[in-house]
């Protein structure tokens, strides 16, 4: 295991896979580990809803089967989520904004739309400081497991995130 992340050959143990699963609060997501730093995902239900996006990933593998994958959003939201393939579980803390939290319907679009990530950006503007954040931490089930994209959006690894 690397100290920087996963190797291109650790990642080969992930890469391509997708999964959908539900939190205790009832939403459901779907994430697809892409690439070594692409990770998109929709969320089916829940206050957000709608959104489809693709992100910068950080992977680490904590042991076979086992992974971190996290990133920070351009709303200055931060995740990171641990990912059992054997029990097929899903453990995630996110941070927030509080323009990200309040306002869940403006978190909506798509990234390569310019007025999309202009609002984006504006959300992680809000509040009153970095520390103003609504603390998340979930639990999840995997309903699904499989590999390929699906119906998610094609991504290129070279696009922007930011």
């Not at 990770?39 to 076979?64: M, W």
């Not at 009153?128 to 609504?134: C, E, G």
Request: aromatic share 12%.
């Amino acid at each position: 295991m690397s100290d920087e992340g996963a190797t291109r050959e650790e990642f080969k143990q992930i890469e391509g896979k997708r999964f959908k699963y539900t939190y205790g609060l009832g939403w459901t997501y779907e994430m697809y580990f892409r690439s070594l730093t692409r990770c998109v995902y929709r969320i089916h239900s829940g206050p957000l809803a709608g959104r489809v996006n693709f992100q910068h990933a950080h992977y680490q593998k904590v042991r076979d089967n086992v992974w971190q994958c996290s990133w920070l959003e351009e709303t200055g939201t931060v995740v990171s989520m641990v990912i059992d393939f054997d029990q097929q579980t899903i453990h995630t803390f996110g941070a927030f904004t509080r323009g990200h939290w309040d306002h869940p319907d403006q978190a909506r679009g798509w990234k390569r739309n310019p007025e999309d990530m202009a609002r984006w950006k504006a959300l992680a503007q809000e509040g009153k400081d970095q520390a103003d954040r609504h603390l998340m931490v979930e639990y999840a089930k995997m309903s699904e497991l499989t590999t390929g994209q699906g119906d998610l959006p094609d991504i290129d690894d070279t696009w922007e995130t930011m």
